[in-house]
């Protein structure tokens, strides 16, 4: 077993277990032939949890709205020849600090097909 910080639900709860035995890190990492750093998250994600599985993340908050989505889409549509960047001045304007990334118009764009 390679070097690795996170492990599955099962080795998570084998070392909750051995560490409840006292077992120090060290003797757990080379008990299950891993790193102490991974029994260390571990031991520190049951104790933050109170739970051996895995947490849900919480998704990034968009940038854009439905309505910025549907209107970057019909202006591709429009002039298909527009670069990423093109298309994002032209909808945000050229000196919006708060504008979006060429790169978040070219993911809006492969989400609508």
């Given at each position: 077993?390679?070097?690795?910080?996170?492990?599955?639900?099962?080795?998570?709860?084998?070392?909750?277990?051995?560490?409840?035995?006292?077992?120090?890190?060290?003797?757990?990492?080379?008990?299950?032939?891993?790193?102490?750093?991974?029994?260390?998250?571990?031991?520190?994600?049951?104790?933050?949890?109170?739970?051996?599985s895995?947490?849900?993340?919480?998704?990034?908050?968009?940038?854009?709205?439905?309505?910025?989505?549907?209107?970057?889409v019909?202006?591709?549509?429009?002039?298909?020849?527009?670069?990423?960047?093109?298309?994002?001045?032209?909808?945000?304007?050229?000196?919006?600090?708060?504008?979006i990334?060429?790169?978040?118009?070219?993911?809006?764009?492969?989400?609508?097909?």
């Amino acid at each position: 077993m390679g070097k690795n910080k996170s492990c599955d639900k099962s080795t998570r709860e084998v070392i909750i277990k051995l560490r409840r035995k006292n077992w120090s890190y060290k003797k757990i990492a080379d008990h299950l032939q891993c790193s102490k750093t991974m029994v260390f998250h571990a031991v520190k994600h049951f104790d933050t949890y109170q739970t051996t599985s895995n947490v849900p993340r919480v998704p990034k908050q968009r940038k854009t709205t439905p309505r910025d989505d549907r209107n970057i889409v019909r202006m591709a549509k429009q002039n298909p020849f527009k670069g990423f960047n093109e298309l994002r001045k032209e909808y945000f304007g050229e000196n919006n600090p708060s504008a979006i990334s060429a790169r978040t118009i070219r993911t809006r764009l492969v989400e609508e097909k």
